[in-house]
């Protein structure tokens, strides 16, 4: 269902807004997760800072999807495979990576996370671990844990991994906003 025509200014309000939605949500997570885990961290036991990233983090991970989603629909509808010239192309191929690339992040990567991290608690609370305040305050029975316990250090280096490879999704997603920003910046006729 493309069209050759003309975008109203309501789908092109739709599209900067979806846009700039996600790239807001994205450099607000990023750099405020620094701010955030110091905060919470030590204000917050290990297992309610755990409970509260497991339902924040996803909610954050799906409507960046559905942003992503959406931007590419609008952009390939208003620009037929026809009639694409090498920069139209390679801006939709961005959204498709874009797309592709938050929507593994969302269904695995951070899904697996809060199941790892929700298996890792269950194990911390049985050795009586979890309700102490700040990551420091008692990290050596932690890493006791890790040492003695097989099944807890595969979950631990588990996460560490899933952890890496959202990072590497969230930094190639801000990548792809950030190109179609400048995209649309310079196709912008007035400011």
Partial sequence: MSTDEE???TVKLLQL???STYWGMQ?????LISVQ???MNNHLNRHTYGFIQSHLVPFYLHLGSACAFFNLTIYAVYHPS???DDREAFQIFIFF???TVAAVNAQWFGQMTSEIMADMHLIEQACGLGQDIGLSSNREAYAKLRETD???RHLSNRLWLYRLLSSFCN???IGCNFYSLCYMAENLVTL
Avoid: E, G, H, R
């Avoid at 450099?27 to 750099?31: A, D, K, P, V």
């Fill in 7 to 9: 975008p109203t200014f």
């Fill in 17 to 19: 807004l979806l846009l």
């Fill in 27 to 31: 450099i607000w997570c990023f750099l």
């Fill in 37 to 39: 885990a110091f905060v």
């Fill in 82 to 84: 026809d009639m694409l």
């Fill in 97 to 99: 990576v874009s797309v």
């Fill in 150 to 152: 097989i099944k807890y």
């Fill in 171 to 173: 930094l190639c997603c």
